[in-house]
């Protein structure tokens, strides 16, 4: 066998160093608002790229501050996920600013989806918007539904979806891969809802209040029985005089447990149940203390179903 000549060794390094950048280069940039569309997000591109979490920790969407680096992710990317004005408010002008030339799914503006109106009347508290308050402008065309989309497993399907259509719109090279982690998807989401519709058969005629009304579409999907909620929004906590309402409704409603969420004080829903035999427990619909990844939406659901069962099951 004859030895390779120097200058062909070298080229081949040359080669090497060169094309793989190229190729990681191919990989588009995506952002993505929020832990749950994240993970779905992450799923389709898992062994391509990993998309960018704009609001990450305790951040409240409703509220959070972008820093420079963030807003320097949404000038550079080719494809941002967001809900949409009603959640992510503070998001809305710095992506209509700052996206040109980026693709942008809006779950909210979505076709065909699973949505549902914001509930009012006996233990569910009337209320101007999602944000409990009125603005001065018309474009909150979705003010008055349950923005949290993702809690059905339909709409999360959807959301993949559009995802794996749009990049590989966006990165043809690997639109196979895309469509193959969107098909592996669906099937996890199939897998998981068999699992809890299975595991909340056991509390469906039970009831319950949630904190604030977020958790309408998985209520629906698995048939719960929720009836009422503590505050027309997180970020506006009740009064003395709601909470001496909360309590004489609490009593009327016959709900068997009250959920609180991990980003406030457990006090106010101490408060409400004192005195009273209706047992706590803890809803998150965000995943505040989830790892992002791939896996944070499944490990969402599961976190609600088994907090559900473990609450109201007792």
């Known amino acids: 066998m004859h030895p390779v000549p120097p200058f062909r060794v070298f080229l081949l390094l040359l080669t090497l160093m060169i094309c793989q950048p190229i190729a990681a280069a191919t990989a588009p940039a995506v952002v993505v608002s929020i832990k749950p569309l994240h993970s779905l997000v992450a799923g389709v591109m898992q062994g391509v790229a990993e998309p960018a979490l704009l609001i990450s920790g305790n951040q409240s ?95 999360a399907g959807h959301l993949v979806d559009a995802v794996a259509g749009s990049l590989a719109a966006i990165d043809p090279e690997n639109a196979k891969s895309y469509r193959s982690n969107a098909t592996a998807l669906h099937e996890r989401i199939a897998r998981l809802d068999a699992e809890l519709t299975s595991q909340l058969a056991t509390v469906t005629d039970e009831p319950y209040i ?84 791939d896996g944070a939406w499944f490990e969402l659901m599961r976190n609600l179903a088994n907090a559900l069962v473990e609450c109201l099951g007792d």
């Open 61 to 155: 969407p409703h509220t959070f501050t972008l820093a420079p680096s963030d807003v320097r992710r949404i000038k550079g990317a080719e494809l941002i996920v967001w809900v949409g004005e009603t959640l992510e408010t503070p998001l809305a002008k710095t992506i209509a600013a700052n996206s040109q030339g980026a693709q942008v799914i809006e779950f909210m503006e979505m076709q065909d989806i699973v949505r549902a109106g914001l509930r009012e009347g006996g233990a569910w508290d009337a209320h101007a918007d999602h944000h409990g308050e009125k603005h001065g402008h018309e474009h909150h065309s979705h003010a008055r539904e349950d923005v949290h989309l993702w809690l059905s497993p339909l709409n």
């Open 210 to 293: 949630v904190f604030h009304d977020a958790y309408q579409l998985f209520e629906r999907h698995y048939g719960l029985n929720a009836v009422g909620s503590v505050v027309v929004s997180p970020g506006r906590m009740p009064g003395a005089r709601r909470i001496h309402e909360m309590r004489e409704r609490l009593v009327q409603s016959g709900a068997k447990c009250i959920f609180s969420e991990p980003q406030f004080d457990p006090g106010l829903i101490r408060t409400i149940v004192e005195g009273t035999a209706v047992s706590t427990g803890t809803l998150d619909p965000v995943g505040v203390d989830l790892e992002p990844g």
